[in-house]
């Protein structure tokens, strides 16, 4: 069975860093290597919005909130996708999702809450 799976979240606060993992889990070497991944998140109330994403050539993309604070990484040989996030406000609690966009998969996301 193909699955993406997030895990790395957690309860910090304000400041504290975290780095999430996203493993795709029955997923082809091929498949994922060629694919760009990504992380979303959505928060309470609000939709799902883009933290960043790589490309298969590892070329980045981040939303304007992640930019100088989260790093998104991607190792093909571990079938994985990391996201450094550091510095953490309140403002980025949320259930972080990965993404394959080859197929538009999607993980069952982690929660990340982070208290002031």
């Known amino acids: 069975q193909v699955r993406l799976v997030e895990s790395g979240g957690g309860t910090m606060r304000a400041g504290e860093s975290l780095r999430l993992f996203c493993v795709g889990t029955?997923?082809?070497?091929?498949?994922?290597?060629?694919?760009?991944m990504g992380w979303y998140r959505q928060a309470p109330g609000k939709q799902r919005e883009l933290v960043a994403t790589i490309t298969s050539g590892e070329n980045t993309n981040y939303a304007d909130f992640a930019k100088g604070r989260f790093t998104i990484s991607r190792d093909n040989a571990k079938r994985t996708v990391y996201l450094q996030m550091n510095s953490l406000q309140p403002e980025d609690t949320a259930v972080y999702f990965c993404h394959l966009a080859t197929y538009a998969w999607w993980g069952q996301g982690t929660q990340v809450t982070v208290s002031s």
């Open positions: 029955g997923v082809s070497g091929d498949i994922f290597r060629t694919s760009t």
